[in-house]
């Protein structure tokens, strides 16, 4: 049932997964990997990301994406490289959707925030809190915490950007503390390399981030198309749109030019990573991690014009006076929300107030950490708004 003609040797088999954590049955329709994608899917922390969102508030206009549209658009790229590949698709599209999942309200600012308010236990990582999701906080089925998926799934998440160990026999004290806990119960083989569908949904993260924060920006007039002239990476790319299309309209313009650059950054990745594949010859998913880099890379060239586009969304984008004025209130609202939850946490919910301990402890820190994060831009709003505001109803 689960076999693929098309498979490279080295992708990861739906029938060689190592397993769940909890044994289940398995399905007679569906392979394992289809079952972690089918899961995440059907999350409650999956349609949160429809209100969660990375640059722009949810409310500053219907058009810019949310953590939901982001997912999606990685989970295209990441399976149409798969497929390029060999790879297991259904693998690829499960972590690419999964990879969000952790991320606080109000993107990296509440990020930010959310980590200075737990300092004192631990800091907070989206990473580590995209685990405890996984595994402990969806409360679903009858006999796990968690959706149960399976090990490479897990390996993808936690993984998708490199070892987390030094070494097999690396002391992981500093670990986050959820990975760190996990560890004891699973060994994700932290100090190596994943599954090569798990570096390609990473680097199909980095192709739709950079590609559709353009679009965002330009479309929220950030900076003006003309600025993007001189970046090596989009400035051919725009000189050969308008060339060929001299009377184009400014958002067909935009358009076709983010379309070609997801492109070119598309074919790059897979020659880079056909060339690596070739150098290396890996027979199996397992040779691919035991390797001391990774195979799914970009080219020298196309990094390094990578590196000036990041550098510019981040000096003309990220640092936008308007982005910083929504910033400082979203960091000002997780703040908040915090502090007030830490010294009141009768103020929660029924089942996340029976979570918490004392007042300002580590286990009500915990509660309160799960529960801000899970938030949605709105609903941290509304919260606010209620706690904060004297003529709120609550």
Known sequence: MYGHPDAAPYACRPEDSR????????SPTRTPFQR?????????????????????????GDYYRTRLTHSLEVAQIARSISRAL????????????????????FGHAGEDAMDAAMADFGGFDHNDQTLRVLTLLERRYADFDGLNLTWEALEGVVKHNGPL???????????????????????????????????I?????????NNHDIDDGLRAGLFAIDELRELALVGPVIAEVAGRYPDIEPDRLIHETVRRLID????????ETRRRLAAARPESAADIRALDRPVAAFSDEMRAADR??????????????????????ARRVVRDLVALYMERPDCLPDEWRALCAAPGDAKTARAVAD?????TDRFALSEHRKLFDIEARS
Request: proline share 4%.
């Open 308 to 329: 000036v586009l990041r550098d510019f969304l981040r000096r003309r984008m990220y640092r936008h006076y308007r982005v910083n004025r929504m910033a400082a209130k």
């Open 86 to 105: 060999g790879l297991n698709e259904d693998l690829a599209e499960a972590l690419a959707l999964a990879h969000d999942l952790g991320h606080t309200p």
């Open 36 to 60: 972690d994608r089918d899961r995440i899917i059907h999350s409650a922390a999956f349609r949160r990301l429809k209100y969660k969102t990375q640059v722009f508030v949810y409310h500053e």
């Open 201 to 209: 949904a990473a680097l199909a993260d980095d192709i739709a981030y």
């Open 165 to 199: 160990l030094a070494g097999a026999g690396a002391d992981p004290a500093a670990l986050p503390a959820t990975i760190r806990a996990h560890a004891t119960r699973q060994d994700l083989e932290l100090h190596t390399y994943p599954a090569l569908e798990a570096q």
């Open 371 to 375: 529960y801000v994060a899970g938030m």
């Open 19 to 26: 397993g769940r954590l909890h044994a289940e049955p398995e």
């Open 264 to 271: 070119r950054m598309v074919n790059d990745l897979l020659a």
